[in-house]
């Protein structure tokens, strides 16, 4: 039952090019699987790749929302994700002080502070 799920899952996935967009996706692809509804990056990094470890993001390298081909896919952290959005420009304007904000360079705060 399983395999008919991974078979089914990538029926769905246009591969006619670089990017791998998850059939019926204009943004984030979502898909049910094993009783959830879950974005269809995740579900193709977890097929590909394994678990995804607590507190990471699937991230795209390719900035295509629907796109689910592994390759284009990476794991990160919500400031890599920030930073990616920031570097990338893709905030549809420049970041109002004009350079990503030296905050990202501080170590992250210890739990329960």
């Known amino acids: 039952m399983l395999a008919d ?12 090019g670089e990017c791998w967009p998850y059939s019926t996706a204009y943004a984030y692809g979502t898909v049910r699987w094993r ?7 995740r579900v193709a990094w977890e097929l ?8 990471l993001l699937v991230l795209h390298r390719c900035d295509n929302r629907p796109c689910v081909n592994p390759a284009h896919l990476f794991l990160g952290t919500y400031r890599d994700n920030t ?3 920031y570097e990338k ?5 420049h970041h109002p002080f ?3 904000p030296s905050f990202w360079e501080r170590p ?3 739990p329960g502070r």
């Open 89 to 93: 420009a893709r905030t549809g304007t």
């Open 48 to 55: 590909t790749y394994g678990p995804i470890p607590e507190g």
């Open 35 to 41: 009783g959830h509804q879950r974005a269809a990056h």
């Open 83 to 85: 930073r990616d959005y």
């Open 5 to 16: 799920s991974i078979r089914d899952f990538w029926s769905h996935v246009g591969r006619w």
């Open 108 to 110: 992250a705060p210890k």
């Open 98 to 100: 004009g350079e990503i």
